[in-house]
């Protein structure tokens, strides 16, 4: 397909399918259909991937091979898997409520599907629909997911299920505040809630927002993976606590809704994070193909570049899983509400200070920061060495002034009661043991 | 019991918590344990992968395990080297082993003699435990514990080997992909 792409006339497929629909209907439903089934057919199988790719590599951080049975390197195991839970008996608790435990995979997925409706994977055809508030479309459908793992909870009957619900619906709920206060500080430089405009204004300036924006990133990040209930931030499917959390008591088909939504949602995240940080589809030079005439060519380089940022955010989401432990409860409420979302607030307070700055800054003893302002805010090489100094010093502004704030009372005062633990034989006043350092009071005693 | 002070974070460490050194430190271990297990050419000998693949490579076993019985035979003769003497079923401790013997007519120097033979050896793997006593009182080294391990069967009684099984083997498949 890719070939036929690069090779064929630009027009021919449109001239194919001029012969059998009026052109406002191939403008307006076919090439939209083509483009949704050919998303939803690469978004479910990179889902199923997805999980092969995650045994890989969690077997490979713990020197493992993983799934190495069926097919070349288990390349097969997918497949698999997806027929074991098709073939899965179905079940549905007795004093389960039926119609809500029925409908609530669905609204999981769907909630996790179509963000991908307005997600830019490539510059001109690549492009399902760019809506003028995609950002707000992403933010707002994707928190519906929330919903359907309240419903799963509830209608479970079970108190493992309604406490994974409960878990969930207080997690995710409040992180959404870090990661929407997050993305303000990127819509600042792109002026816009498009989504393909977001991707446009980094291109025209040719840098990602990453650099401007180092404190939003990582705030954005650290909330979607916790948005997403993935490790180490999985409380509501714990399993030493929980069994399975909200899906508890599914089984089969439905419990693998559950699972599609959970992988969809992290490519929904890590788009949205490539797409307003990283990018998007912009990469240095690819542009030289279209200016060269080469137009399917450049689109579908682009589409590359694109997939690539995402796999590494992807693999970002993997590399965090398989290291670090999970959090307590109340460390989870402690990193959204005491440190992601004061820190978020601090970034926009402080991203709205340097834009002034910089454009305060134009013009004053020659200096001149401000390209131009028509696509996003344009700056020159002083403007952006000088807004990347101050997205650095935002970042540790940031963590400096929450750590001042937050060293007193952190973890519910659990820290400054670990100071004074109780120890049996050990006189009092002497370190105790537990230090890694070589304790020097101690020997002294 | 007494009130001890735990050492309050200095300043390099307070600055190693707020760069979250050691959370990086960690992720630098996975991702070397990454690389190191994706680049690995062999995974059998190789220094990425620690497991075993079991079915694709035989494990090696130590020397004096014991494992699953087999009636050794003459290598020239093939005739089994069991004289039914009895011995290793009054040596089995779990009272696992039959030696059903039979007097068979032999012509001695002229004269006709009846001899002891082995008629059906019953070896019940499901209750043996592998001491290999019965392999020690075997006066013609004809019942030996070998060093194969797969033993595991379908059904109870598949547990229970004969004769035939003894002498030949049990039929397994051989994983070798």
Known sequence: ?445 | MSLVKVQKPDFIQKLKRFFLFDLLKGLGLTLKYNIGAATDKDSVAGKGIYTEQYPKVRPDVAPRFHGAPRLNMDPETHDTLCIACNLCALACPEDCIDVLAMDVEVVVAGKPRRKKVLDEFIFDTSRCMFCALCQEACPTSCLELTQDFELATYSRAGFVWNREMLEQGRETVKYTS
């Not at chain 1, 180490?232 to 008591?249: I, K, R």
């Open chain 1, 1 to 445: 397909m890719i070939m036929l792409a690069l090779f064929a006339p630009v027009n021919f497929i449109n001239d194919l399918l001029s012969r059998f629909f009026a052109p406002e209907t191939i403008n307006n439903v076919v090439w939209p259909v083509i483009q949704i089934g050919v998303v939803v057919t690469v978004v479910a199988t990179w889902v199923a991937y997805g999980t092969y790719l995650e045994r890989k590599i969690s077997a490979f951080m713990q020197a493992r091979l993983g799934p190495m049975r069926v097919g070349p390197w288990g390349l097969l195991q997918p497949i698999a898997d997806g027929l074991k839970l098709l073939t899965k008996e179905d079940f549905i608790p007795e004093k389960a409520d039926r119609w809500i435990f029925f409908f609530a995979p669905y609204i999981a997925v769907v909630a996790a599907f179509v963000v991908f409706s307005v997600i830019p994977f490539g510059p001109d055809w690549a492009v399902i629909t760019d809506v003028n508030i995609g950002l707000l479309f992403v933010i707002a459908v994707s928190s519906v997911g929330v919903l359907a793992l309240i419903l799963a909870g509830w209608a479970s009957n079970s108190k493992y299920s309604l406490l994974g619900g409960l878990r969930s619906s207080a997690q995710m709920v409040s992180y959404e505040v870090g990661m929407g206060l997050a993305l303000i500080g990127g819509i600042m430089f792109a002026r816009t809630l498009s989504l393909s405009g977001i991707v446009a204004a980094q291109a025209f300036d040719s840098i990602w927002f990453i650099v401007y924006q180092p404190a939003g990133f990582l705030i954005f990040l650290v909330s979607g993976i916790a948005e997403n209930n993935r490790a180490p931030f999985d409380l509501p499917e714990a399993e030493s606590e929980l069994v399975a959390g909200f899906h508890t008591e599914y089984s089969g088909f439905r419990w693998s809704l559950f699972f599609m939504a959970e992988y969809a949602a992290m490519v929904v995240v890590s788009a949205v994070a490539t797409t307003v940080y990283l990018g998007g589809w912009y990469f240095p030079f690819v542009y030289k193909l279209e200016v060269s005439g080469w137009h399917n060519a450049y689109v579908i380089v682009s589409f590359l570049v694109f997939i690539i940022k995402l796999s590494l955010i992807l693999y970002l989401y993997f590399w965090l899983r398989w290291t670090l432990p999970r959090f307590r409860y109340d460390q989870l409420m402690d990193i959204g509400w005491k440190w992601l979302i004061p820190s978020a607030l601090i970034n926009i307070v402080f991203t709205a200070f340097s834009v002034f700055l910089v454009q305060a800054l134009d013009g004053w003893h020659g200096l001149r920061t401000i390209e131009s302002m028509t696509q996003g805010l344009n700056l020159t090489a002083t403007g952006k060495v000088i807004m990347i100094g101050l997205g650095l010093v935002g970042l540790l502004l940031t963590g400096g002034l929450l750590s001042l704030i937050n060293w007193r009372s952190r973890d519910f005062h659990l820290k400054s009661q670990r100071r004074n633990i109780r120890l049996v034989s050990v006189p009092s006043g002497t370190s105790a043991v537990a230090s890694t350092r070589p304790a020097a009071a101690a020997t002294e005693s």
